[in-house]
């Protein structure tokens, strides 16, 4: 745990004059999580040069690359999370000297939603991960370095500290999860800054993150198949139908081609047409392929994760 040190050679105390008037941070409301470094080995962050509009939030929500991405929590339900007491060390004479800053914690929950919900944030325990803070009205809060005053950086989270847990409706609360984590030491609480709302024309609790999507194919032919996509909500059975694609929205993956599906076999990007014949049901229709190539495509539409799906192929028949 992180121990505050002393610089000898430049000991002075702060300003502590107050402004008449500061960014007075409310009732903490929710998150938005993504990963510390992205794959180019940088920290996720925002610059003061940033344009913080809608335009820029739904950029970072649907990025492309899911390292680069901006996870966020929606409305949140009994936020705690306080700093712990340091841990000291008393001489035989009563002097206290600091050994280490106390833990401090996050826990939060989840309301009116289930364990679909619940896998999804489970997968938050394994990598590297920061999150921005949201309060009520809006404000963002994360972290600067003590001395960059151009770089707001998202406050990192303990690895390994992540526990989720699921909870029973009862005749006096709705079903739900909650959130725990730990966080990472080399925070410093002095160093949270924040935006003011007035500064953001985004919505950034109303804002939805991702759904991911799955896929299935049926009645395979040398020229059609029925490509199926559905959310992993609603019941087992019969999950909620991933509607409203059209056939610009139908992609090649390794060519990044509209309008195309990719045949594996031969390493081509084959035309396509697709219409919705049932709620998240499309026909797609291609020129006759060889019988046993392979296929797949790789849908794309904004507010949605399609990642699993060109995973999922299909033989031509």
Known sequence: MSLEICDCSNITLGDIGRPGCKVSWKVLSGMIFMFTKDSDGNRNKIDIADTLDQAY???????VDPTKRWYLTGQLYTIEGERA???KFEASNGDLFKLSQGVRNRKAEVLDQGPELMEEYVKFGCPQISFFDIDEVQNLRGSYDGS?????????VQKGSVDIIYFEPTADKVEGFSIAFNIDPREKDEYLRT????????DLLGSESLLGVTATYSNITATTVDLTLSLKYGSFVDPVAMEGLVTTDIFDIVGGTASSIRNETTST???V??????????????AAQTATNIMSCAPLKNGFNFSSVPDVKFAAE
């Open 57 to 63: 939030l739904d950029a970072k929500i649907n990025h």
């Open 85 to 87: 007491e340091s841990n």
């Open 148 to 156: 960059d005053l151009a770089t707001l950086y998202p406050i990192r």
């Open 195 to 202: 935006i003011n709302k007035s500064d953001i024309a985004a």
């Open 269 to 271: 990007a084959i035309p």
């Open 273 to 286: 047409t697709a219409v919705e014949i049932s709620a998240g049901v499309y026909q797609l229709t291609f």
